[in-house]
């Protein structure tokens, strides 16, 4: 299928998507498209392929068949240089360089470029530093002296260094305790609305999922059963949204919330510097 072919109004658009390993078909004429603007959480049972999809999204995975388009070119063109200005990417632990410091690893895409001068390039990575709610106490830190909900919050900053529309994630909230991963999705709703992102998240929490998601799909036999907003996804006759959606944590995760107060301050001091 050619580019023309694809949605032109999707964000990233999925056709006919087949990924088979020896001994397993993983993907099987899976379609998705993703609007922009959108929050969408891919969720489905161990093995149906949820990391491998996002990692297609990203270029970083050939499928066996089919066609992914992202910003209305082919994902593989995402291995390019510079292609951070257009996709950034939270990987799930982080993934930060262990001997760089903070703000060199959230400097690291812009610096690769080869194209600013370096104080350009710190005074950027600066700002981003303060856009996840860490102050610039924090530039020299090392990785090893940040606690999980830090890492997290660096990890975006540096995903978000080249100012992407697009933004994925893997597991955004895992590893976090409660109060750090409550902190977390609002720092993402907050950058969702103030830089006009299109997210698509890898998540197994609900209360994550609830929070962030303006729309699900659901990966199982193969392919997208169901895409849609949360609340008709789980009114889907499937065992795995039965089981998954409708079980007691589900259950949980649904209950209603107290209002959240007006937001009104910019999104950096809306999250001031913390430790979680």
Excluded: Y
């Excluded at 990233?12 to 001994?23: K, Q, S």
């Excluded at 060199?104 to 895409?109: D, G, K, Q, T, V």
């Excluded at 977390?184 to 890898?202: Q, Y």
């Amino acid at each position: 299928m050619s580019a023309a072919q694809h949605n032109p109004d999707a964000v990233i658009d999925v056709r006919g998507l087949w990924t088979v390993f020896p001994g397993a078909t993983v993907h099987k004429d899976l379609n998705l498209q993703i609007r922009r603007g959108e929050i969408v959480s891919l969720v489905g049972g161990s093995g149906t392929g949820k990391t491998v999809l996002l990692r297609q999204m990203l270029g970083l995975e050939t499928p066996t068949k089919g066609d992914i388009t992202v910003l209305g070119e082919p994902a593989a063109q995402l291995t390019r240089a510079g292609a951070a200005a257009r996709v950034g990417m939270l990987f799930q632990h982080g993934a930060l360089f262990s001997a760089f410091t903070v703000l060199e690893n959230i400097a690291f895409p812009l610096r690769e470029l080869r194209t600013l001068p370096p104080q350009l390039v710190r005074e950027a990575a600066m700002v981003k530093l303060q856009l996840v709610g860490l102050g610039p106490e924090h530039a020299h830190k090392m990785p090893s002296d940040l606690s999980g909900g830090m890492i997290k919050r660096v990890a975006l900053a540096r995903a978000l260094i080249m100012d992407p529309p697009l933004l994925l994630l893997d597991e955004p909230t895992a590893g976090l305790d409660p109060e750090s991963s409550d902190s977390f999705c609002e720092l993402l709703t907050a950058l969702h609305e103030d830089l006009g992102l299109t997210v698509v998240m890898v998540t197994h929490d609900l209360d994550t999922l609830f929070a962030l998601s303006t729309q699900v799909a659901v990966l199982a036999e193969q392919k997208v059963i169901v895409h849609d907003t949360p609340e008709q996804v789980v009114r889907f006759d499937h065992p795995f949204i039965q089981t998954f959606f409708l079980g007691d944590r589900g259950r949980r995760a649904q209950a209603p919330l107290p209002a959240a107060p007006e937001r009104a301050a910019p999104a950096a001091e809306r999250h001031p510097t913390h430790g979680k």
